[in-house]
């Protein structure tokens, strides 16, 4: 049998991952002195097989206070201090036989650790004596991430006349040590589709480019700038970006996947955040624990919706703490992922095998989450309180007269009753059984209702009990009675519809009564370890002291000057979205096993000027595209082939394909379908049959197609379903909304070619871009190709492009004469003075347009 005190000295590897095997341990004959972090905690890590969460207390040996508490057992002592051959520890890693030796799994040690193991047990067995001394040997690391920023002098550089502001210092002195030049700046057309693009997920219109291309004005382009700052639509480009991050989606995942009908009200807060420029620490305060501000505000608590992005297992046979459990690991890991940049879910199981964070650690981290609990609250939008209140009193009124006619709240009495005693004594009625697994399942906060007095419960909480009792009225109700209740329902939903809309939206608050937090063994929800209180990872800056750590604790240290990762994090995340690939290209991991920053420099200054202008996104985003860096031409170059085939040295802008929204967004703009409306709830556009029947049940079968101009919306609003998602997002590479996404992936397949062609989305695009063209556009067709051109790419077309347009329109123009029922399919709409095939052939050819490469890219 496994002696649990050996097997925590074993996997005692969490006292020093990083630490490194000393050239002693190599090289030293054993004799020499060994010391335990040097020489033995090495070998343990190695070894360590994650069986046990850290700091636990087995079998009288602890390791991770100092002290070594060497009791027997009955198989003798696990370390004998001076004996090594009395050691149960020496026995066990020597022993060849099955279910004895350690490690149980895994390499086992060689001759040379044992004999360095032998050899610290004979010289005493000695471990740090002082309390807290192995955490900082454990903890202590040079990594670069986790060093104070410091904010570096700018660089000199030879050539004073091409930096606009300091970026362009650092870009220009690496380029200038490699002996490269940077790039000329690139044309004004591009320039003003790259920025529009950039900051507000839009292209600009022809009367924009005329007006800036003709602006010879010195600070044209910072004015340009500043206008798309001020733009509304600055807000949803950059909404669809943290929304990434926060894995935002309409439904809930798993198998049953239902909707969330007021999950985009946090993605409103999100985008009005943004375009009112919040500075970042408040803004990360907010979604952390807005509702444990002094007074806080409703939109404060909305902000919270970031922690409900969790997927919500409703199926029946989960077991609720096991479900819970995995909600509150995705909450532990989104926040490593988006606010420290960290892999700190590597932890859950064991300690990180590369970083400095132990799994009590990340239980620490789990701590603050545990205590909160998920609600919904009331979060009306402009103008809808006044018509709900004046409607309100009467919906009650006539409620409760339906209620009491059906006899329902008698009935329901009972029912509670019954499910009370169910959940109380399980195992006694399995048909009770299963409606109490049913409902805790189906309804959030479910076991605080069956626990709550229902005298004193909350009136939102009544109505859901009352609404759900009615669909679900249990295994007792007789035929006569189940028609009732339909019959009941029935008035209850009609007399629902005509409630004014108000709007709801799903938050956190702080459990009153919150459970005890603990280590996970092998992060196991039901095998648990020591009792965990909320903390952070030791080789970052400690919590404030003298105070009782809260969600709220946990947001203002995340964001406070003396944290080396927030700021880091956030600026390089920025910097990804404007140059494609941030300073650190691992945007989700600032760890050892991530990737070090081409300019390090430059990504502390770039944090540092972030906290010293109030954490301002526009400031940075405006200092960004206003350098030369960022100006360049996105051109190829020969010269960097070689030497900088992934342009790391910035010595050109890069190019890269749109996202996937954006590519939507950009054809309904050129074709004068878009629908600009901001925020608000999510839409249904087209979508091919089939994709919904894929999803479980019949009510997620059902996709109703959005009405009149909502359908033209931007993609950020379209409703994204996370087992079967939009079809085009998916195939344009969006994220699956299961976790958090830092960065999306870029795939170029036929695919995509197809689904810009044929797409009906696509296509009725193409068929309102050639209306376009033939109503605003005076004949010839040179002039016409010219102004469909310009409306897709942002520029005229050069001769050959417009020759090779021309000769297709006329090969279309051919083809679609072989049959009279093309003309109809390809071009319902009428234009004046236009025949059928003409409108026909300006379909095909807008179709072309829609699918260049150079539409569905960013120069």
Not at 26 to 43: G, T
Not at 180 to 209: M, N, Y
Request: charged share 25%; proline share 8%.
């Amino acid at each position: 049998m496994r002696s649990p005190a050996l097997c925590l000295l074993l996997c005692a590897g969490w006292l020093a991952a990083d630490t490194p095997v000393s050239p002693a341990a190599k090289s030293s004959s054993p004799k020499d002195a060994v010391q335990f972090a040097n020489d033995v905690q090495p070998i343990f890590a190695k070894h360590c097989q994650g069986c046990h969460g850290p700091g636990a207390q087995m079998g009288g040996l602890r390791l991770d206070s100092g002290q070594s508490v060497l009791q027997g057992g009955s198989d003798g002592a696990v370390i004998a201090p001076g004996k090594s051959s009395d050691s149960l520890l020496i026995r066990r890693v020597t022993s060849s036989q099955k279910g004895f030796y350690m490690p149980p799994v895994g390499t086992r040690l060689n001759p040379e650790e044992v004999a360095i193991i032998r050899a610290w047990i004979d010289q005493g067995a000695k471990v740090p004596a002082a309390p807290g001394a192995q955490a900082s040997v454990a903890h202590k690391t040079s990594h670069w991430s986790f060093q104070p920023i410091q904010k570096p002098v700018v660089p000199d550089v030879r050539d004073r006349a091409w930096p606009r502001n300091p970026i362009d210092n650092f870009v220009l002195a690496k380029l200038e040590k490699a002996g490269v030049a940077p790039s000329p700046e690139a044309d004004k057309h591009t320039l003003i589709r790259r920025v529009s693009l950039d900051l507000t997920g839009l292209p600009p219109t022809p009367g924009e480019v005329a007006k800036f291309v003709n602006d010879n004005r010195p600070d044209a382009y910072e004015r340009l700038v500043d206008h798309l700052l001020d733009s509304p639509h600055y807000g949803e480009k950059w909404a669809r970006f943290w929304l990434d991050l926060a894995h935002y989606a309409d439904s809930d995942g798993y198998e049953k996947d239902l909707s969330r009908p007021w999950a985009w009200r946090y993605r409103n807060w999100v985008i009005d955040a943004i375009n009112a420029d919040m500075p970042y620490d408040e803004f990360t305060i907010e979604q952390l624990a807005g509702d444990l501000l002094p007074h806080a505000t409703t939109e404060q608590k909305v902000a919270t919706g970031f922690l409900r992005n969790t997927l919500t297992n409703r199926e029946a046979g989960v077991d609720r703490a096991e479900a819970h459990f995995d909600q509150l690991v995705n909450r532990t890991n989104t926040f490593g992922t988006v606010f420290l940049g960290l892999t700190v879910g590597c932890a859950q199981c064991h300690n990180h095998k590369y970083d400095p964070i132990s799994q009590k650690e990340y239980y620490q981290y789990m701590a603050f989450f545990t205590s909160a609990e998920e609600v919904d609250i009331d979060a009306p939008l402009p103008g809808e309180m006044g018509p709900y209140l004046a409607a309100k009193p009467g919906y009650d009124k006539q409620r409760a007269e339906i209620l009491a006619q059906a006899h329902i709240p008698e009935l329901q009495a009972k029912w509670e009753m019954n499910m009370r005693e169910a959940f109380n004594h399980p195992g006694k009625n399995l048909e009770w059984d299963f409606k109490v697994t049913s409902y805790r399942a189906m309804v959030d906060g479910a076991d605080r209702m069956l626990k709550d007095d229902a005298s004193k419960r909350d009136p939102r909480d009544a109505e859901r009990l009352t609404d759900y009792f009615l669909s679900n009225p249990g295994p007792d109700i007789d035929k006569p009675t189940g028609e009732l209740l339909k019959q009941t329902r029935k008035k209850i939903e009609d007399l629902e519809a005509s409630l004014p809309h108000f709007t709801e939206a799903p938050v956190m608050r702080q459990d009153p009564n919150p459970p005890e937090a603990h280590i996970h063994i092998k992060g196991d929800p039901k095998d648990l370890g020591e009792v965990v209180h909320p903390g952070s990872l030791a080789v970052l800056p400690p919590l404030p002291a003298g105070e009782t750590p809260t969600r709220l604790t946990l947001a203002r240290w995340v964001v406070s000057r003396n944290n080396p990762l927030a700021a880091r994090v956030a600026v390089n995340r920025m910097w990804q979205e404007f140059f494609g690939r941030g300073i650190v290209r691992t945007s989700e991991d600032f760890g050892t096993q991530g990737d070090p920053p081409t300019h390090p420099m430059l990504l502390d200054w770039l944090a540092s000027e972030f906290m010293d202008h109030g954490w301002s996104r526009k400031y940075m985003d405006k200092l960004i595209v206003m350098s030369a860096t960022y100006r360049q031409s996105s051109e190829i170059r020969k010269d960097l082939e070689s030497q900088d085939p992934d342009n790391t040295m910035l010595a050109r802008q890069s190019r890269f394909r749109l996202p996937a929204e954006l590519i939507r967004d950009e054809a309904l703009k050129a074709s004068g379908l878009l629908n600009t409306a901001i925020g608000g709830p999510s839409i249904r556009p087209f979508q091919p049959d089939g994709v919904s029947e894929l999803s479980y049940g019949k009510k997620a079968n059902n996709w109703q197609e959005s009405p009149g101009a909502e359908r033209y919306r931007r993609g950020l609003y379209i409703f994204y379903k996370r087992t079967t998602p939009y079809p085009m997002l998916n195939n344009f590479d969006a994220p699956d909304s299961n976790t958090s996404c830092t960065r999306r992936s870029r795939s170029d397949t036929p695919l995509q070619a197809l689904n810009l062609l044929n797409d009906p989305v696509f296509l009725e695009a193409a068929q309102a871009l050639a209306v376009r063209v033939l109503r605003e556009a005076p004949a010839p067709l040179d002039n016409r190709i010219d102004y469909a051109f310009e409306l897709c790419m942002d520029r005229k077309p050069e001769p050959r492009e417009r020759a090779r347009l021309a000769k297709y329109y006329n090969a279309e123009l051919a083809l679609v004469g072989k049959d009279d029922k093309v003309p109809d399919v390809l071009e319902p709409f009428k234009v004046d003075g236009v025949d059928a095939k003409q409108r026909a052939a300006w379909v095909g050819l807008s179709r072309v347009l829609l699918n260049l490469d150079e539409f569905m890219t960013r120069e």
